[in-house]
């Protein structure tokens, strides 16, 4: 072999090294913004256990109930949206106030996981995306949806598309049986990629409930409605196949009472669904089986990254949260006393905040040694 082929096979050899080595780097990159690990006293690397949530900060106060929260530990901020139509920016380290975003008639709000991106929605019918850099929030694109009312909005794994859910006016619909219409968007450009429009001759008494992006792409959203016998009926669209994924009907005590929590873990394999039997239903997606049953109704919900664990805020305030896998509560977290409105986890599961109806948010912080 001569000493000119010896090298370039040499080269390959190492350019394909550096490839791998490169992907699996940005695999572990990847999976610490996804997944909080921490280091355990003999130095290995394990998923947290949830159990070690502290108080970190308690003065986070809106002049209003609390919508909706999302927390970002990439770039350290807490979004909150309350029922004064604000839309508030939080430091999670020092429990700072940031700055009130211009985007007035607030209703939900997305961090991206890759901490870059924060999307708003409002009363305005517009969604705006915002770029976050070295701590600052500059308006990046202006989403229109003139005559629908965005409810929702969520970012795909890698925070290169963002998916709208929106309740149409009549008047904008192609059908009458029109629940909701689903958009995605390009980042960057601000393109719109995508528009499916979920239908269903029960229409009138359908809502969107959730809308996820998963790891795998696809886009899951969930909407619901009630049957005059109390039973609810769940359905689960598979937004990119435009199609029913799964329907599920659940014995509820009565339709007259609209608030029925419920929330897709961030895989989508599992739905979790408080009903006012003073009971909360988990569902799992891909099995025809009975649910799991934690004997705790709920006013809030939310999934660990992971989906192990479920975290459930009662009436009085308290957050509780409950493992899958044993089927027990492991930790009790005291609240305000109020009713908690909002409940979420940071992505990568370090965080979990809480807003309740009096404006307040409290965030709670794995005290544990995290992965170098």
């Not at 090294?17 to 913004?33: D, Q």
């Not at 502290?54 to 209003?64: C, I, K, P, R, W």
């Not at 149409?168 to 980042?187: C, F, G, H, T």
């Not at 940071?346 to 992965?371: H, I, T």
Request: glycine share 6%.
């Amino acid at each position: 072999m001569s000493e000119s082929r010896s090298t370039k096979i040499i080269i390959a050899l190492i350019g394909a090294a550096a490839t791998i080595i490169g992907a699996l780097i940005g695999a572990l990159v990847e999976s610490r913004v996804q997944v909080f690990t921490v280091c355990e006293t003999n130095g290995v690397c394990e998923l947290p256990t949830y159990q070690d949530f502290d108080l970190l900060h308690s003065d986070f106060e809106l002049a209003g109930q609390i919508m909706q929260i999302a927390v970002s530990s990439t770039n350290d901020l807490l979004a909150a949206v309350s029922y004064d139509d604000e839309i508030e920016l939080w430091r999670i380290s020092t429990g700072d106030f940031v700055e009130t975003l211009g985007h007035e008639g607030g209703y939900s709000t997305a961090f991206s996981r890759n901490g870059r991106y924060l999307a708003t929605t409002s009363k305005d019918d517009v969604v705006r995306l915002w770029d976050i850099k070295d701590g600052r929030v500059n308006i990046r694109h202006t989403l229109d949806h003139a005559g629908e009312r965005v409810v929702i909005v969520a970012f795909s794994q890698d925070g290169a598309a963002l998916a709208t859910g929106t309740t149409p006016l009549s008047s904008v619909a192609d059908s009458p049986n029109v629940i909701s219409v689903v958009r995605i968007w390009d980042v960057i450009s601000g393109k719109e990629l995508q528009r499916v429009q979920l239908t269903s001759p029960r229409q009138p008494d359908q809502f969107l409930a959730d809308l996820e992006y998963l790891p795998d792409g696809r886009t899951f959203a969930l909407t619901w409605f009630c049957e005059p016998d109390n039973r609810l009926q769940i359905t689960l669209w598979n937004i990119q196949e435009r199609k029913e994924f799964r329907n599920l009907s659940i014995d509820i005590e009565s339709c007259a009472f609209p608030l029925f929590p419920m929330v897709l873990s961030p895989d989508g394999s599992l739905l979790a669904i408080a009903t006012l039997l003073g009971e909360t239903q988990i569902w799992d997606l891909e099995q025809q089986g009975r649910p799991q049953v934690i004997p705790q109704g709920t006013m809030a919900l939310a999934f660990s990254p992971d989906a192990t664990v479920l975290a459930l805020a009662d009436r009085n305030g308290d957050v509780r949260l409950w493992r899958r896998d044993s089927g027990e509560f492991i930790k009790i977290l005291t609240s305000s006393g109020e009713t908690i409105t909002s409940l979420t986890f940071s992505p990568d599961g370090r965080f979990l905040a809480m807003g309740d109806a009096n404006g307040l948010v409290r965030v709670f912080e794995q005290k544990v040694k995290p992965c170098n």
